[in-house]
């Protein structure tokens, strides 16, 4: 097949899978932007709360690899000398062309490391995780707590 032809035909999958998911809305009209697939491009509807896609200029090779991407909210972890390790980072992210069977509603995406790996949590699960931090965040508090005694003490406790 030539290239123009193969560039038509992903373009009509492409539109295919596209008219098949329901426009998302917050009541107002849908901000747009345009996904490039290999070279076609395709305007589609844009979450609120998107600030970013897969690369900057949002090129994917396959439709499925487009995804949204919020704001994320980082927690790194502080270092004596003022630098900082990479913490844990929460973002709402959404692959809305993703494979028949997966989910394609916006989810919370949960990386503690700094290896790829994250956790997908609904917003049920994400309420339980942030009930969890508020409750870790008192632990370290305590613990810091108890070492401005030690501290005080020089260092006897």
Same mark, same amino acid.
């Given at each position: 097949?030539?290239?123009?032809?193969?560039?038509?035909?992903?373009?009509?999958?492409?539109?295919?899978?596209?008219?098949?998911?329901?426009?998302q809305?917050?009541?107002?009209?849908?901000?747009?932007?345009?996904?490039?697939?290999?070279r076609?491009?395709?305007?589609?509807?844009?979450?609120?709360?998107?600030?970013?896609?897969?690369?900057?200029?949002?090129?994917?090779?396959?439709? %499925? +690899?487009?995804?949204?991407?919020g704001? #994320? *909210?980082?927690?790194? @972890?502080?270092?004596?000398?003022?630098?900082?390790?990479?913490?844990?980072?929460?973002v709402?992210?959404?692959?809305?062309?993703?494979?028949?069977?997966?989910?394609?509603?916006?989810?919370?995406?949960? %990386? +503690?490391?700094?290896?790829?790996?994250? #956790? *997908?949590?609904?917003? @049920?699960?994400?309420?339980?995780?942030?009930?969890?931090?508020?409750?870790?965040?008192d632990?370290?508090?305590?613990?810091a707590r108890?070492?401005?005694?030690?501290?005080?003490?020089?260092?006897q406790?």
């Open positions: 097949m030539s290239t123009p032809k193969l560039a038509a035909a992903s373009a009509a999958k492409a539109r295919n899978i596209l008219d098949k998911i329901p426009a809305s917050d009541g107002n009209k849908p901000r747009k932007v345009t996904v490039y697939v290999g076609v491009p395709l305007t589609v509807d844009e979450p609120e709360w998107c600030r970013g896609h897969q690369g900057d200029d949002a090129h994917v090779s396959n439709l %499925e +690899d487009f995804h949204h991407i704001h #994320a *909210a980082e927690i790194p @972890v502080p270092q004596p000398d003022g630098t900082a390790l990479g913490g844990m980072s929460v709402l992210m959404q692959w809305p062309f993703s494979a028949p069977g997966d989910n394609k509603q916006p989810y919370l995406s949960v %990386e +503690d490391d700094g290896t790829g790996q994250a #956790a *997908a949590l609904d917003s @049920v699960a994400g309420m339980a995780f942030a009930d969890r931090l508020r409750a870790y965040a632990e370290v508090e305590c613990k108890q070492l401005a005694v030690m501290e005080q003490l020089g260092g406790a």
